[in-house]
């Protein structure tokens, strides 16, 4: 069973920053699709960003973001084992939400497994 543990939310002030990190408990880490997803009250879960493990190797990585945080989120995979992190700088009242970490094969269209969430507060 693959689990996810996230850590690194909080609460910041408009214009800060956080990092969150994701580690999985998987044997090969680069099969896997990282995404970050998140939800705010009363709102449903929506897609952040992703990056595709398996390209890292050739490209430096495959990411995709959601429009609203390109240019100030940016999804990494970190010299840790099983760790991918979510840089978020110049954060928005907007971006407040519980953020999840999810995971899915590379060969699977739906994110398979999630982590317990972590909250991010951004106070204006």
């Known amino acids: 069973q693959v689990q996810l543990v996230e850590s690194g939310g909080g609460l910041v002030q408009a214009g800060g920053s956080l990092r969150l990190s994701c580690t999985a408990s998987?044997?090969?880490?680069?099969?896997?699709?990282m995404g970050w997803f998140r939800q705010a009250p009363g709102k449903e879960r929506e897609f952040v960003a992703a990056?595709?493990?398996?390209?890292?190797?050739?490209?430096?990585?495959?990411?995709d973001y959601k429009d609203s945080v390109k240019g100030r989120f940016t999804i990494f995979r970190g010299n840790a084992k099983n760790t991918v992190y979510l840089q978020m700088n110049s954060l928005k009242p907007e971006d407040t939400a519980v953020y999840y970490c999810?995971?899915?094969?590379?060969?699977?269209?739906?994110?398979?497994?999630w982590g317990q969430g972590t909250q991010v507060t951004v106070s204006s």
């Open positions: 999810a995971a899915r094969m590379s060969t699977m269209s739906q994110y398979e497994y």
């Open positions: 998987v044997r090969t880490f680069s099969s896997y699709v």
């Open positions: 990056i595709t493990l398996a390209a890292i190797t050739w490209s430096g990585g495959s990411t």
